[in-house]
């Protein structure tokens, strides 16, 4: 998606295949599956009485071409509507992003947090998509050398660093072609699209809404051109744009930059970092070339790529991180920089298998030259990126080669509602206006004035808030985008 050309000859070509693309068809023979619910295991939170959650498991097809095949089952989660029967509208599928995320406790979670009217009308239904937590998940071993501690400086800077950069990335393909076995060409984002609709089904709705927040908005969008006249209310919420996923990891590695001088800029004169955002850069260079002479406790330049990568994506995580700069300087710790969870843990081993699987598996992969030229690029712009969200390099090196690209968008879809923050650096707003184009009648609601990924009950916005829960309860599509004020930079403490 950096490359102008590229990527108006890609949006069109994929218009031009969804317009073509027709609805599954239904076998009126066969009766779907049933979904019969039971105890939530101990991953699951609970929710508040009297509400309560249910767990059930679905088996289907492993290749929804060959649905007499191997079969796997997807874990699947449900908090019934707390209202009257006359205010329910149905059920509310909900994706928390990845690829490689749990969906089965966003049932409960992301619920908490959605507009009263909202939960009083659905039922709302978690899932782990497939490859994902209990739905058959996946592994690729040790990934390349992924989970060393310390890892390697994941930043190649000249020929001998990238090539071994390159070599890393071979050896991850083969470590996820050896571990995932038959699963890799099977996680795609288009096969989960279709364990959408077998959820669905087996719960007997008509039709089926759906919250997707980052990557759960390139799901959602996969759902409308397989299944467009099943779509009820949709939000695509921080939104991937429709391009490869390769191009989006540039131009996501990109938007980081702005913001990471966004952060240098908001955090000078505070904290202790230096009085302009020049000085700023400077103390956070020297924390990192720290780290990357002498690392601690396992904690060296990838761990900390990794820990910069996730604070920039929500603002409030930017004094943490301020106060984690800081700290290293004064007395040598990462106590404050290093995230909580352990990033070799079994959860995060899935969770960042899973995630390159899928982009693989959703189109072509780029040329091998096109990674170095790109990080070449990047480098270019600074000669210090972080490129921790730059997964899809893999692909240059995967085994499998998809026969095509998941569909996205359908023009016989009804009016779905998008949703973006107008600084976020990990989905930029350019993607949710690329996907509005292959959704014709979809409308985009902006958070101005913000910098943080992930929008709808979440960012305490009531202009956000209002017109997304008006739409899922009214039907209340609005007649044209809407600007909504944001909360622009975190106050100084």
């Not at 995320?101 to 049932?107: E, F, I, K, R």
């Not at 990794?306 to 700290?327: F, H, M, Q």
Request: net charge positive.
């Amino acid at each position: 998606m950096t490359r102008p050309a590229r990527r108006t000859a890609l949006l069109g070509a994929l218009a031009a295949a969804t317009a073509l693309l027709p609805a599954a068809p239904v076998r009126a023979a066969e009766a779907p599956p049933r979904l019969r619910f039971a105890h939530c295991p101990a991953s699951v939170p609970r929710p508040a009485a009297p509400e309560r959650v249910e767990c059930g498991r679905l088996s289907v097809p492993l290749d929804r071409q060959d649905p007499s095949g191997p079969h796997i089952e997807v874990a699947v989660s449900r908090v019934r509507a707390s209202g009257t029967p006359a205010e329910r509208r149905g059920i509310l599928l909900v994706n928390p992003g990845g690829p490689g995320g749990s969906g089965l406790p966003y049932a409960v979670t992301k619920r908490a947090k959605l507009p009263e009217r909202v939960r009083r009308a659905y039922d709302v239904i978690g899932f782990d998509p497939r490859g994902v937590g209990r739905s058959t998940p996946v592994t690729c071993g040790p990934m390349g050398g992924l989970f060393d501690s310390p890892g390697s400086d994941p930043v190649p800077a000249g020929p001998p660093a990238e090539r071994a950069y390159l070599r890393s990335l071979r050896s991850m393909a083969d470590d996820c072609a050896r571990h995932a076995g038959r699963l890799l060409p099977h996680l795609s984002t288009e096969q989960t699209a279709y364990d959408m609709d077998a959820i669905r089904a087996a719960l007997g709705e008509p039709r089926a809404s759906f919250l997707g927040v980052s990557y759960g908005s390139y799901l959602g969008a996969a759902y409308t051109a397989l299944f467009p006249h099943r779509v009820g209310r949709m939000v695509l919420d921080s939104v991937v744009g429709p391009g490869n996923w390769y191009d989006f990891d540039v131009l996501q590695s990109r938007a980081l930059l702005r913001q990471r001088d966004t952060f240098f800029a908001w955090a000078a004169g505070r904290h202790g970092l230096g009085g302009t955002p020049a000085e700023v850069r400077a103390s956070y260079l020297r924390v990192r070339a720290g780290l990357a002479a002498r690392p601690v406790a396992g904690f060296g330049p990838a761990e900390f790529d990794r820990a910069v990568y996730r604070a920039l994506g929500r603002t409030e995580r930017w004094t943490p991180l301020a106060d984690g700069l800081r700290g290293y300087l004064t007395g040598g710790g990462v106590e404050t920089l290093r995230p909580a969870g352990a990033f070799d843990s079994p959860e995060s081993r899935n969770y960042e298998a899973a995630n390159r699987i899928v982009k693989c598996a959703d189109g072509p992969p780029p040329g091998r030259g096109d990674v170095v030229t790109d990080l070449r690029r990047t480098r270019r712009l600074d000669p210090r990126p972080v490129l921790t969200g730059m997964e899809a390099s893999v692909c240059a090196f995967w085994h499998h080669r998809p026969a095509h690209r998941t569909p996205l968008g359908s023009p016989q879809a009804p009016p779905v509602l998008l949703v973006a923050s107008a600084h976020d650096p990990v989905t930029p707003v350019e993607g949710a206006r690329s996907l509005q184009r292959l959704l014709p009648g979809s409308r985009l609601v902006v958070l101005d004035d913000d910098h943080s990924h992930g929008v709808f009950a979440s960012r305490g916005s009531a202009c956000v808030d209002h017109a997304v829960a008006a739409y899922l309860v009214d039907g209340a599509v609005p007649t044209a985008e809407v600007r909504c004020p944001g909360p622009g930079l975190p106050k100084p403490e």
